[in-house]
C-alpha cells in the first residue's frame, strides 16, 4: 500500500534549529555513500560542527523513510538555500550505483505526501540544480523521479499517499464505539455495573476522565456483575 512510514528518531541538537522563512524546494541529494544509516549522517554532520543531521528526510536503500531534522526547520544542505529549501537525502552512491526500486518509490511517496500535505508549490529539483555540487549524482533517476513521482508513489490501485490516508481516516470512522462517560451513550443494562466499578474505584478514567470502555467491555462487566463477582 501506498501509507507512508516515517520512522521517528529522538535527535541529540547540538545546539538549537532555525525555523525556515520559506519552502521553494524539495532539494533531493545522495549520501555518496554505498551503505550509511541516519544514525551515521548524523554523526558524520556533527563532524563537520553543524548542529546534526542536516537533511529533513533520509531514505534508506530498503525503502524505509527517517525523520532528519523538523519539517518547519532550517536545514544544512545546500550552502545559501537552506533557508528555501527542504532536503532529502537517499542512501547510495549515486555517481555509479543504481538505485534500488523500493527507495525510488520511497523518495516519490515522500514527494506526493510533502507536496499534497505541505508545500504544494515547492520545486522539486536534484541539490546540483540550486548548488555548487554534483549531488545527487549522475546515476541518481532524477529527472524520472521528477517527471514520474505521483505515478511511482501511488500504490497498486493508483491511490496516492493522500488518497491512501483519507481512505484510512474513513475506514478508522467504522473503528468501534468507544464509551467514556457515564451520559446517553452509555447503555442504560450497562450503567448501573459501570457506575459501580467507578463508585468503587476500580474503573478511573485517564487524565481528562475517559473511560476508554468497548461494547465488548461492558458485555464482560456486566456478567461478571451478575455473576457477583464484584459484590
Ligand atoms: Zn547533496
Not at 521553494?24 to 545522495?30: E, F, G, K, P
Not at 541518481?140 to 499517499?161: C, F, H, M, T, W
Not at 459501580?196 to 485517564?206: A, F, I, S, T, Y
Not at 487524565?207 to 465488548?216: A, I, K, Q, S, V
Request: aromatic share 10%; with cysteine.
Amino acid at each position: 500500500m501506498a501509507a507512508i512510514n516515517i520512522i521517528e528518531t529522538k535527535w541529540r541538537w547540538n545546539g538549537s534549529l532555525s525555523t525556515r522563512a520559506h519552502t521553494d524546494y524539495i532539494a533531493l541529494h545522495h549520501a555518496e555513500a554505498s551503505t550509511c544509516t541516519a544514525e551515521q549522517v548524523d554523526r558524520w554532520h556533527k563532524e563537520n560542527g553543524w548542529t546534526g543531521i542536516g537533511y529533513h528526510f533520509f531514505v534508506r536503500k530498503d525503502g524505509s523513510i527517517y525523520r532528519g531534522r523538523p519539517l518547519t526547520a532550517m536545514g544544512a544542505h545546500v550552502s545559501g538555500m537552506n533557508n528555501r529549501s527542504i532536503g532529502i537525502c537517499a542512501e547510495g552512491k549515486y555517481s555509479t550505483e543504481t538505485m534500488p526500486d523500493a527507495q525510488k518509490r520511497a523518495i516519490c511517496r515522500l514527494l506526493v505526501y510533502l507536496k499534497d500535505n505541505y508545500y504544494p508549490n515547492a520545486k522539486i529539483v536534484g541539490h546540483k540544480e540550486i548548488g555548487d555540487s554534483d549531488c545527487p549524482g549522475r546515476n541518481y533517476p532524477l529527472e524520472d523521479i521528477k517527471q514520474n513521482y505521483r505515478a511511482y508513489g501511488a500504490d497498486e490501485e493508483g491511490l496516492s499517499v493522500t488518497q491512501y490516508e483519507e481512505l484510512k481516516d474513513e475506514i478508522n470512522g467504522l473503528k468501534p464505539m468507544i464509551y467514556d462517560y457515564m451520559d446517553e451513550n452509555m447503555p442504560e443494562w450497562a450503567k448501573p455495573t459501570i457506575q459501580k466499578l467507578m463508585d468503587k474505584g476500580v474503573l478511573v478514567g485517564d487524565e481528562d476522565g475517559r473511560l476508554g470502555l468497548t461494547m465488548d467491555m461492558l458485555r464482560i462487566f456486566v456478567a461478571n456483575d451478575r455473576a457477583g463477582l464484584y459484590d
